[in-house]
C-alpha cells in the first residue's frame, strides 16, 4: 500500500535559520506529492504540490522537488520566521483516478525562536 | 461559506454512546472527505462523497461508523457506541472535483473524546 514517511518533530529553530524537512514515500506509480500545513488553531491548508518526477513546488519560499529515484519530497526553506511555526504534512494521492484519497504523514511540529 | 465549517469544535462523551459530526464544505464543491487524526498518528482517511454517494468508504474502521450526504452540502458523520479508541479529531474537507491534483480545503475539525 501507499505510505508516507516524514522526520519526527519537534523541530525548533532560531529566526533565518535553514529548515529541511525530509519526507520519503511509498507507492505503486506516479502519485501526486504535497505538502500540507496547519497553524495553530487554523485547518490544514496546501502549501505547495508537485505532479510529476523532477517537478518543484514552491510557495511563500519553500520549496519541494519531487525525487522519484530517491521516493523523496524533502520540504526546505532557506530563512524561516517566527511566523512559519506550525504542523507540517506530507502527502501523496495516488495518480488511480476515483477520489483525491490522500495519504498522509504524522506532520512534523516546527517552532520557531526569535 | 467562506470555508470548511465543522461543528462541534468539541466534543466530549460518555464510552457508549451516539455521536454525530456534522460537516458544511464549501459551496459548490462536489467532494466531501473525511479524516481522522489520532494522537502521535498521521491523518487517517475515513471516507469520501462524490456528490450525495460515497464511492469510497473503505477507511471506516468499523460497522459502529457510517456517514451521509445531503443535497449535495452538508454531510454527517456518526459514531455509534463509541469506544476510547474513537478518541481522535475528526477533519472534513472539500474539493471541487475528485481528481488526483484537486486542492482540499480542511475544516479546523471537531476534537473527540470519549471517557
Known amino acids: 500500500g501507499n505510505s508516507v514517511t516524514q522526520m519526527e518533530g519537534p523541530v525548533t529553530l532560531s529566526e533565518e535559520a535553514f529548515l529541511t524537512i525530509n519526507c520519503t514515500y511509498t507507492?505503486?506509480?506516479?502519485?501526486?506529492l504535497f505538502w500540507y500545513v496547519q497553524y495553530p488553531g487554523e485547518g490544514l491548508q496546501l502549501l505547495l504540490k508537485?505532479?510529476?518526477?523532477?517537478d518543484k513546488g514552491s510557495n511563500k519560499g519553500f520549496e519541494a522537488t519531487y525525487r522519484k529515484e530517491t521516493t523523496s519530497f524533502h520540504l526546505e526553506k532557506g530563512s524561516v520566521q517566527v511566523s512559519d511555526s506550525a504542523v507540517y504534512f506530507c502527502?501523496?494521492?495516488?495518480?488511480?483516478?476515483?477520489?483525491?484519497?490522500?495519504?498522509f504523514g504524522t506532520g512534523t511540529q516546527l517552532k520557531v525562536e526569535l | 461559506g467562506a470555508g470548511v465549517s465543522q461543528s462541534p469544535s468539541n466534543k466530549v462523551t460518555e464510552k457508549g454512546k451516539d455521536v454525530e459530526l456534522r460537516c458544511d464544505p464549501i459551496?459548490?464543491?462536489?467532494?466531501l472527505y473525511w479524516y481522522r487524526q489520532s494522537l502521535g498518528q498521521g491523518l487517517e482517511f475515513l471516507i469520501y462523497?462524490?456528490?450525495?454517494?460515497?464511492?469510497?468508504k473503505s477507511g471506516l474502521p468499523s460497522d459502529r461508523f457510517s456517514a451521509e450526504r445531503t443535497g449535495g452540502s452538508v454531510s454527517t458523520l456518526t459514531i455509534q457506541r463509541t469506544q476510547q479508541e474513537d478518541s481522535a479529531v475528526y477533519l472534513c474537507?472539500?474539493?471541487?472535483?475528485?481528481?488526483?491534483?484537486?486542492?482540499?480545503?480542511f475544516g479546523s475539525g471537531t476534537q473527540l473524546s470519549v471517557l
Open positions: 459551496s459548490g464543491h462536489t467532494a
Open positions: 474537507a472539500s474539493s471541487l472535483g475528485t481528481g488526483a491534483n484537486e486542492k482540499l480545503f
Open positions: 507507492a505503486t506509480g506516479y502519485p501526486s
Open positions: 508537485a505532479t510529476k518526477a523532477d
Open positions: 462523497f462524490q456528490g450525495n454517494s460515497a464511492p469510497d
Open positions: 502527502a501523496l494521492s495516488p495518480f488511480t483516478g476515483g477520489g483525491n484519497k490522500l495519504t
